[in-house]
């Protein structure tokens, strides 16, 4: 072979080798390029930005709201990813118990009241000599909706209980006619109606249970404020109570649950219930024309359920959880929370939401049709937990069934 022939496939094999080479280069170059658009897709749409711990917070809540608190708290873990809540839904005098016998160890409560919370706080300090949460300060319990005692009542009863509207019903009322042996002809109702059916709950295991039993104290006493240890151990009022839970045919553990059958059985299962107010608002439409008018009844002296939220000191929350769970208390009294509130036929803690008007699904605007007020009398002062208990051990001593 000559020497210039084999120089020009010298040649030809070097820009082979060049060629293959450069094609390498492009495909590299190309490569990091695709990948890089990638990483920066993936970096915009936020892949990449979620945290790579999540923070459990236990909430333990009262039932009576637990459609909110589960509507809210699924649109809070939406905007915050990073923190998982862990829902416990509870009776609010059980969570008591289990709270201070260190059965459940949440990292935030909300029980349906300030009773509750006053009772819970001073068995921790016996207990524990510690506080159970901050007493001031943004970490001290704050209400998140409210809701009023109630009575509801078949319009004919609560016509002839109120004298047409021109008396309140109240305990002493109820007291007269549940004493009488004539039933409900004694204050002029129909024969055929019987005697007088009351519902509530049991006082030792249901919150709404336990208001009634403070109010019938509060009226018997004639005070707003005040109550003592000694006015449960009154015989006098020992004697009332004996009377007034005679016209109970059984004491129930959950409050949802007597306004479902009274809706379900009408006047011959209850003619009148003590309910929360959201409850009944709740329960109207389902009633109405089914046995008659089914009416809400505001009592001379009621209390609040203000559905306080309390962030627990205990020495299992971590400051992480700590964070999480001022983010969502935070959120919980925020507008967004306290309007969802509103649909559920409670009132929002936040006074800047109005009670009418906020929209189709508000429904206060259709209540007011059936005795649903947006101003209620006076409201009681929450007793402390002392004088709670002493009224528990009462009523189970008198009645205890």
Do not use: C
């Not at 293959?20 to 749409?45: C, L, Y």
């Not at 009542?153 to 002493?172: F, N, Y």
Request: net charge neutral.
């Amino acid at each position: 072979m000559s020497a210039g022939n084999q120089g020009g496939k010298l040649v030809i094999i070097g820009l082979f080798v060049a060629a293959v080479i450069g094609a390498g280069v492009f495909i590299a170059t190309r490569g990091g390029d695709e990948a890089g658009k990638a990483d920066g897709e993936k970096a915009a749409k936020g892949a990449d930005t979620k945290p790579t711990e999540v923070v459990t917070l236990p909430f333990l809540y009262s039932t009576e709201k637990k459609a909110w608190i589960r509507d809210a708290v699924a649109d809070f873990e939406k905007a915050n990813p990073g923190i998982k809540v862990d829902l416990q839904g509870k009776g609010s005098l059980d969570a008591v118990r289990e709270l201070v016998d260190g059965q459940v160890k949440p990292v935030l409560w909300s029980p349906a009241d300030h009773v509750a919370l006053n009772l819970a706080a001073s068995d921790w300090q016996q207990k524990y000599g510690a506080p159970l949460f901050a007493e001031e300060g943004d970490d001290a319990p704050q209400p998140l909706v409210l809701t009023p005692l109630v009575f509801v009542a078949w319009q004919d009863r609560g016509d002839v209980l109120t004298e047409h509207g021109k008396v309140d019903i109240t305990w002493q009322r109820l007291h007269t006619v549940l004493s009488a042996n004539e039933g409900w002809p004694a204050i002029g109702g129909q024969a055929d109606w019987g005697f007088v059916k009351l519902g509530h709950t049991n006082p030792t295991r249901s919150n709404s249970g336990l208001q009634a039993v403070i109010l019938m104290a509060y009226d018997f006493h004639g005070k707003r404020a005040g109550l003592q240890v000694g006015d449960a151990l009154d015989q006098g009022f020992q004697s009332f109570i004996k009377t007034v839970e005679k016209g109970v045919p059984a004491f129930g553990s959950s409050t949802g649950t007597f306004m479902k059958e009274m809706v379900l059985y009408g006047p011959s299962k209850y003619d009148v219930v003590v309910t929360y107010e959201n409850l009944a608002i709740e329960q109207l439409p389902n009633a109405q024309g089914r046995w008659g008018n089914l009416r809400i009844y505001y009592p001379k002296q009621t209390m609040w359920s203000s559905h306080p939220i309390a962030l627990i000191k205990g020495d299992w929350v971590t400051d992480a959880q700590r964070d999480a769970a001022r983010k969502l208390m935070t959120y919980l009294r925020g507008t967004e929370a306290q309007t969802k509130a509103l649909q559920y036929g409670f009132r929002p803690s936040d006074p800047s939401i109005p009670l009418i008007g906020k929209g189709a699904r508000n429904p206060f605007d259709a209540a007011k049709a059936f005795g649903a007020r947006i101003d209620i009398p006076s409201v009681v002062e929450p007793p402390p937990g002392p004088v709670v208990h002493n009224l528990m051990e009462m009523w189970s001593r008198l009645v205890g069934r």
